[in-house]
């Protein structure tokens, strides 16, 4: 019984740890605009930014604007973190698909997304597909080179152990090189997550009319620092989710790793 509460104890405390740096950020910031030192002007208190979140959330503000955000990430991983897999399996699997795809792919990950707004404006017209591409192009790069890598990490024997028991080509790609990289697949999941989320603040400047973006848009154009200091935590909340949603992914699928624990 010992032994099962100071464990309980031990986890409350972890996850206790994890929120000191938001409770002290939160705590500065109700300091500051208590005393007056951060004008509402400037920035507006939290409890300022909480009765906002109440009231766009009554009038279903809130619940759309999120919504559409997340719809726009949502497509965008999906499309560009599939293609990052299928491209990171071809070009480590296979060294003509190295050949053809690494070179390449290596020059354009070091362009900045940013960059690439006006040109997919120009390409796609201020649509949903410019912003959808954006996020895409950003989520594709950290699964393409998580996979490439974990492939090429496979131990050899692996390798050799399958073909013993017969696998063919598809049968080794699937059962021992993606098995093998999946600790570093669900890595370029986590990081992919996160660089969709960054790439829909970007994406959601251009010229929009829903989602957190254009609130912030507005917000910025009537100088609502309330509504400013919501879109920010809301950003960050999307961020900090999506992590803990990979991490606890890498978990349940590493489980069956020797030194990884399910819990």
Partial sequence: MRTILYHVLG?????SA????????LGVWSAGSASGLIPAGVLASPWQTAETAWTLSVDGTLPWTIAD???????????????GVAAGVVSGTWRVGEDILDGTLQML?????????????VW???TEVSKVAL???????PLYLNTHSGIRDVDGRLIEVGRVTGLQQWGLVREVLVLGALPSILVGLRYSLVM?????????????????GALLGDARRF??????????AIYAILGWTVNRLAEQLARWQLAWLNGVRAS
């Fill in 11 to 15: 986890r409350v405390c972890a996850a």
């Fill in 69 to 83: 955000s997340l719809r726009r990430a949502t497509l965008g991983f999906l499309i560009g973190g599939g293609l």
């Fill in 135 to 141: 996020v895409a192009f950003a989520s594709f790069f």
């Fill in 196 to 212: 969709s989320i960054i790439a829909l603040v970007v994406a959601e400047q251009i010229n929009l009319t829903t989602g957190i």
């Fill in 18 to 25: 994890s929120w000191l740096v938001p409770a002290a950020i």
């Fill in 109 to 121: 990950r070091t362009i900045p997304f940013v960059a690439l707004a006006p040109l997919f404006i």
């Fill in 223 to 232: 100088v609502q620092t309330d509504v400013m200091a919501l879109c920010i």
């Fill in 124 to 126: 796609f017209g201020i």
